[in-house]
């Protein structure tokens, strides 16, 4: 009988070791938003977003574990309203360890959802590795009555695990489908269907634990990209202005008083803004700011030379770039050149 229940012991102890051995190893870094919330009843739609730490996260989906070799680590715990530039560089760094020095074969982010489609664009262009980089969040708080959070994070790590999410670049994993970095954007502010994929649509989607990718994403990214923050501390200073109709030049004033280094425009329809506003545009970049035309319309792409001359008054037009990314672009477009043809070029490459 001992005999029996040794070799049982040892038939299980290699099944867990070869099922540890064959599995995925996948990183999970949390900074936050309302996947890490709590409501003060869960009904209720009032929450704290970044209450909750990663290994209550982890916990709280051991199917997970069925997946991959999970381990986590907490870099921040905010609402994503407040991501900053500080936290990018320290996360982008920690993303290109993990995956390059550190063995990791995935990362997951857990991420508020108010700003998670600008980390992720930030990390598609400074990212170098072909391994996936999931970001995940929630619109529902921890302990909300069906809360959304414990599946989205389930299906990262699913698509985190999945060939086929290699070499996509970054990618957002929310209510089972799977969106790249360019072009997904929040959409909704309280639907857990809230993000859309713009130009480029949704690439794919999760189901049962397995990822699937319907489109392969064109644009340069992670391995092509050249940017990199690995010797930065700190980002270019580039603003956004809202354009609308008799818009004040006030907030571009602003930027300029304060040597921005590069101002986005939201411009209406196709990048326009107000005359007010484009004279201190004009005078702007011809004082060294460089001038990104983007556009508040929720979709479609903002036209190089078409209503406004760009390249009379060398300005930049973010093509299918929302302003939020043609801003992170201009930023690390910025510390390549300043040259207002060699940034345009980048607005067609990524
Ligand atoms: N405070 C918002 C954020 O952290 C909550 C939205 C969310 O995470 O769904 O982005």
Redesign the pocket.
């Known amino acids: 009988m001992k005999h029996i229940k040794l070799l049982a012991a040892i038939a299980l102890a290699l099944c867990i070791s070869f099922s540890a051995v064959a599995k995925p190893k996948i990183r999970i870094i949390a900074t ?6 709590v409501s003060s009843t869960s009904a209720s739609s009032a ?1 704290t ?2 209450q909750v730490g990663i290994q209550t996260l982890i916990d709280a989906v051991p199917q997970m574990l069925y997946l991959a070799d999970i381990s986590g680590e907490q870099l921040v715990n ?6 900053n530039d500080e936290v990018w560089l320290k996360l982008a760094k920690r993303v290109n360890q993990l995956l390059n020095e550190e063995g990791y074969d995935g990362v997951v982010i857990t ?6 489609e600008e980390t992720a664009y930030f990390l598609n262009l400074t990212v170098h590795s072909e391994k996936p980089v999931i970001l995940a ?5 921890s302990n909300a009555i069906s809360a959304d959070g414990p599946a989205n994070l389930y299906n990262a790590v699913a698509a985190a695990v999945s060939p086929a999410c290699k070499g996509q670049g970054v990618l957002c994993c929310m209510n089972n489908q799977l969106l790249d970095a360019k072009s997904v954007i ?1 959409s909704h502010t309280i639907d857990c269907d ?1 993000f859309e994929g713009g130009h480029y649509g949704v690439i794919g989607y999760v189901y049962n634990g397995e990822a699937h990718i319907l489109q392969k994403v064109t644009t340069k990214h992670t391995v092509s990209s050249v940017f990199s923050v690995e010797k930065l501390d700190r980002l270019p200073k580039v603003g956004i202005v809202y354009g609308y109709a008799n818009c004040s030049p006030l907030p571009m004033q602003a930027f300029v008083d304060a040597q921005y280094d590069g101002i986005v425009l939201a411009g209406v329809g196709d990048g326009n803004f107000y005359k007010d506003v484009f004279d201190v545009a004009v005078k702007a970049q011809n004082s060294g700011i460089q001038i990104v035309r983007s556009s508040r319309c929720p979709s479609g792409p903002t036209c190089l030379n078409s209503e406004v001359d760009d390249d009379k008054y060398h300005f930049v037009a973010s093509l299918d770039l929302n302003p939020q990314k043609a801003r992170i672009l201009l930023m690390l477009a910025l510390t390549k050149t300043h040259d207002w043809q060699e940034i345009q070029e980048f607005y067609k490459e990524y």
């Open positions: 936050g938003g309302t996947i890490a919330g929450y977003a970044g905010i609402g994503s309203q407040d991501m991420h508020g959802t108010d700003t998670m969040g929630s619109m529902r708080p929040k809230t």
